[in-house]
């Protein structure tokens, strides 16, 4: 059985909402991006990228606890400025 609270990896998966306005849901992707390529240097992310043909998103954290996962979430730009959505978030093992 694995412990969540303890170290561990989470798969995020993310959806771009309907471009109501085009240019700044450009940025605040491009912002989304760019915040996990900075994750990616301190050792956060394992791995990111797109969905082929798709306005998807994905990302696989190395996190210590959930509450650090919350708070990588919650400071994400495409979220906090509603033009993405985390459409799921599961526990990823490498095997």
């Known amino acids: ?7 561990h ?3 995020l998966f993310f959806e771009e909402k ?3 306005n085009k240019s700044k849901t450009e940025i605040c992707l491009a912002q989304q991006i760019n ?6 240097s301190s050792g956060k992310v394992a791995i990111s990228g797109d969905l082929y ?4 998103f994905f990302v696989i954290l ?3 606890c959930d509450t650090e ?15 993405s959505e985390l ?8 095997i």
């Open 1 to 7: 059985m694995i412990d969540y609270k303890n170290p």
């Open 87 to 94: 459409a799921r978030a599961m526990p990823f093992v490498e």
């Open 62 to 64: 190395n996190v210590s």
């Open 18 to 20: 309907q471009r109501n």
């Open 35 to 40: 915040y996990y390529d900075m994750l990616r």
């Open 69 to 83: 996962l919350e708070d990588i979430i919650s400071n994400d730009p495409a979220l906090k400025n509603n033009v």
């Open 9 to 11: 990896q989470v798969m």
């Open 53 to 56: 043909n798709q306005h998807k």
